[in-house]
């Protein structure tokens, strides 16, 4: 409080020797205590956010290939989803570049399919573009539709060795997921 002449009344206010008031000093304590305060509520709730250990397992896969042989393809379990690696045959290969990339509903080459080095080997998800049922094609004695490479019975798809539509309802080729070599005879998907 002040009087009419400006001055500060005697007792109302006490100055600290660099010229802060206590006032001042109690401000900065408090704002800075629920500044703790608020770290220490938000970083738990923040941090409970994070995907749990079963979950990170389960983000990425390792798929041994030394074993399959050309022509034949296995299925793996990616996120909980089908995942078929396929070793293609010279065969395979030339039938799959054989195919005009222009003429194709989802236009993408063979080796745009695969990575460099290993264009023999093919991996895509196992889910129909359609409405998601899993096609034939990657077990022994399946039907392989009639393109030679996969075929889902769900709406009749048919997918040619490069896992691309050529004939049926759905609209894109199977998805090929993020993966890389980290051996010749090993690939980590995810």
Excluded: W
Aim: glycine fraction near 12%; include cysteine; proline fraction near 6%.
């Amino acid at each position: 409080m002040a009087d009419t002449t400006g001055d500060a009344i005697p007792g109302t206010e006490t100055v600290l020797d660099d010229g802060v008031r206590r006032r001042d000093f109690i401000n900065i304590a408090a704002i800075g205590a629920a500044g703790v305060g608020g770290v220490s509520v938000l970083l738990p709730l923040i941090s409970q956010m994070a995907p749990s250990a079963d979950v990170l397992a389960e983000s990425s896969t390792e798929v041994d290939v030394s074993a399959i042989q050309p022509g034949q393809a296995i299925k793996a379990v990616f996120r909980k989803q089908p995942l078929f690696v396929r070793r293609l045959t010279p065969a395979e290969i030339e039938a799959a570049n054989k195919i005009d990339v222009g003429s194709l509903r989802d236009p993408q080459t063979l080796e745009e399919r695969t990575k460099e080095g290993h264009g023999d080997v093919l991996v895509t998800m196992g889910v129909c573009t359609h409405l998601g049922c899993v096609p034939l094609g990657a077990a022994e004695g399946e039907v392989k539709g009639e393109f030679g490479g996969y075929f889902c019975p769900c709406h009749g798809s048919h997918y040619d060795t490069a896992a691309r539509i050529l004939k049926g309802p759905a609209p894109k080729n199977l998805e090929v997921p993020e993966y890389e070599f980290t051996s010749d005879t090993v690939i980590k998907v995810g």
